[in-house]
């Protein structure tokens, strides 16, 4: 037969299994503080990734632009900007200057993003 004292028991013990909401809500909460930093963290290596990823494409346009203009050999000096064929979104400037040096010419490459011109690659070599 089953007593009081029982019955007290077995409702104390089903009472005090799992958590309780207040627990949870803890719970939550340092978890919320834990996962700030790892989204903070996040979201600047994708900002890092891309800025790292324009400017390796710039670079790479820009030494491709002064190879050519060094395998053609013809230094006169020129001023000229335009887009470059593989991209709408980027342009280039390339300026051929006579530098103080007699015979040796300063040539300058420029690639930027066309919405950004403040930002970009600069390559400047000297040529006799």
């Known amino acids: 037969m089953v007593t009081d004292e029982t019955k007290m028991i077995n409702r ?5 299994s799992g958590f309780t909401l207040l627990e949870i809500l803890i719970a939550l909460f340092i ?3 834990a996962l700030v930093p790892l989204i903070s963290a996040q979201i600047n290596s994708q900002s890092f990734y891309e800025t790292t990823g324009k400017i390796y494409y ?16 013809n230094f006169a000096p020129v001023f000229k900007t335009s887009e470059l064929k593989s991209d709408k979104n980027y342009k280039y400037t390339v300026s051929v200057s006579r530098s103080s040096f007699t ?3 300063l040539i300058k490459v420029y690639v930027y993003e066309r919405r950004d011109r403040n930002s970009g690659v600069k390559l400047k070599t000297l040529v006799s």
């Open 12 to 16: 104390k013990g089903v009472n005090q």
């Open 31 to 33: 978890l919320g503080i």
């Open 58 to 73: 710039e670079t790479a346009a820009a030494k491709n632009i002064m190879s050519k203009i060094l395998l053609m050999g």
């Open 103 to 105: 015979g040796i010419y």
